[in-house]
């Protein structure tokens, strides 16, 4: 019982010791370079740390044309500011969102947004380039590489500059590279088993990437 009590009293005190910018409105948003490189998995992942670990008031904007979350967060339809969404442990989410509606939430909303960039185009990039905190999630391995520097030079003239390059492992000649290449910041991405179930392990690399 003594070690229960002790592991709960360092896990409160972890968390009151991640530092996040004062501010109560932030936009994060999560592209990938190529498909399925877990922009869904990371976008929840940060969507319910802030909800949960840092008790923040959190929107997950869905930003494609056909949802893949209804049949996991679609139980608890609410209606707030003319937006159809539903509510799942704290989060609420906006499924299927077409770019106006992703614009008019980032506005509206008094809280943190996650945007789940089912893909990256020039019909979406003016929501990218409303984001605070701006994640690409890559791999420079030879059948990934083309996909980064395609995807850099439709960034160009957007937001090239700001960008946060999550990449696939922890892989130093790679994480060079992409630094002398694009000058971005570099980080690993985290390996987190269920982004609804986050252990406190979770909790610094997501701090890291979206501070």
Partial sequence: MKNFA???FRRKTSIKNI???ENNKKTIGVIGASPKMGVTHLSLSIANFLCSALKKK???IELCDDSQLLVVVGDRQIN???HTGFLYKGVTYVLACDVDEAIQLIDSWE???VVDFASYSKTNSIVFQRCDTKLLIGS???WCSRNVYQISNKLKGDCM??????NLKNDKAETVLIKKEF???VFVRPIIDNPFRLKESDFEPLIQIIK
């Fill in 183 to 185: 000058k971005w910041n």
């Fill in 6 to 8: 002790i592991k709960l």
């Fill in 19 to 21: 530092k996040i910018e």
């Fill in 111 to 113: 809280g943190f947004i």
């Fill in 58 to 60: 959190t929107l997950y």
């Fill in 80 to 82: 707030f500011d003319g």
């Fill in 140 to 142: 420079m391995t030879s």
């Fill in 161 to 166: 500059k700001n960008i946060s390059y999550i």
